[in-house]
């Protein structure tokens, strides 16, 4: 047993073992796609939350970039489960990547494109405080604004999408994290996670066109339904974000996290009584296999 490893082309390699390709297509033009999944452990086990659901949305992203990929539902959620027989640990993040190779080719227009999976898994320790969610992340509205949607199929998670959003990170020291705004001047999303405001009693998000379709996005309006709140998708403006009750992020790997600050505007502190707090509260008792009535959003493994 490995506390971490990595799935490739068949075989469960150590973390120094698994290799690639150092002309890889992926590697040079950003043409992959992945997902992040999280495995938690529960009273009853290692569970691993909606991965159908992240590997029917990689099985799209191949679709939407037309990358040939053969290897069907089945074969990478035996893929999952045959690398997580091989990692010790209790709560696990799985990063399934389809990169690609052209064999030597270092055009663009590559003759012949083949692909490779990877599954990498990780020990994910990640957990704020309940201090640390209280305080909240401070962000900052940034400049780089999101392609338009038919400019780079943000509907897919690729490799490529992620260059822009690196890049500004990189140049951002003081902050948590940044908020990116579409063509028109509308809220798109955090660097990687969605973005949900609260403003007089309504949970308010933006539309997909300019963001990913979120998973966790998608539990936060079923956990809504619980909550007695109008939950809408809506076009978001800087104001709004100013003028917000509440805000805050949702994604695999940050959960549910509020935001307390943004461009240097304070926005209301959160206590446990907030919205966000309860939605995280939920979404927590949920993925530890303690809500039943999504248990079929949790698969042994
Ligand atoms: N937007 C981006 C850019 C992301 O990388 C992620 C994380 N996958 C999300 C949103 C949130 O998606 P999910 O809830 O499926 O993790």
Redesign the pocket.
């Known amino acids: 047993m490995m506390d971490r490893g990595i799935w490739i082309n068949g075989e469960v390699k150590s973390w120094q073992d698994a290799h690639i390709h150092p002309f890889n297509f992926s590697l040079m033009y950003g043409y992959g796609v992945f997902?992040?999944i999280r495995v938690y452990q529960t009273s009853k086990g290692r569970m691993v939350f909606r991965l159908e659901d992240?590997l029917v949305?990689l099985l799209k992203s191949c679709k939407i970039l037309n990358i040939k990929n053969y290897y069907t539902l089945d074969d990478l959620t035996y893929a999952c489960h045959q690398l997580m027989d091989e990692i010790k640990g209790d709560d696990i993040y799985l990063r399934p990547m389809i990169i690609c190779n052209s064999d030597g080719f270092l055009g663009i227009k590559a003759p012949k494109i083949t692909i490779e999976l990877i599954i990498a898994a990780i020990p994910w320790n990640y957990s704020p405080s309940d201090e640390d969610r209280l305080k909240g992340l401070s962000v900052k509205c940034s400049d780089t604004i999101k392609p338009l949607p038919n400019a780079a199929l943000l509907g897919a998670?690729s490799i490529g999408?992620?260059l822009s959003?690196v890049t500004a990170l990189t140049r951002e020291k003081e902050i948590d994290d940044l908020i990116f705004f579409d063509q028109w001047g509308y809220v798109a999303?955090?660097?990687?996670?969605?973005v949900f405001v609260v403003k007089n009693n309504q949970l308010l998000t933006p539309y997909t066109n300019a963001?990913?379709?979120?998973?966790?996005?998608?539990?936060v309006f079923s956990l809504c339904s619980e909550f007695n709140l109008v939950t809408k998708e809506q076009n978001l403006t800087k104001d709004d974000l100013y003028t917000a009750d509440e805000i805050f992020l949702?994604?695999?790997?940050i959960e549910i996290m509020p935001i307390t600050n943004v461009d240097n505007t304070k926005i209301n502190c959160v206590t446990t009584e907030s919205i966000s707090q309860g939605i995280y509260e939920r979404y927590r008792e949920l993925v530890r296999g303690n809500n039943r009535k999504y248990k079929d959003w949790l698969k042994a493994i």
């Not at 999303?189 to 969605?194: C, D, K, L």
């Not at 963001?211 to 539990?219: F, N």
């Not at 949702?250 to 790997?253: F, H, L, P, R, Y």
């Open positions: 997902e992040g992240h949305r998670k999408n992620y959003v999303e955090a660097s990687g996670a969605n963001c990913l379709k979120g998973i966790t996005r998608d539990t949702s994604g695999t790997a």
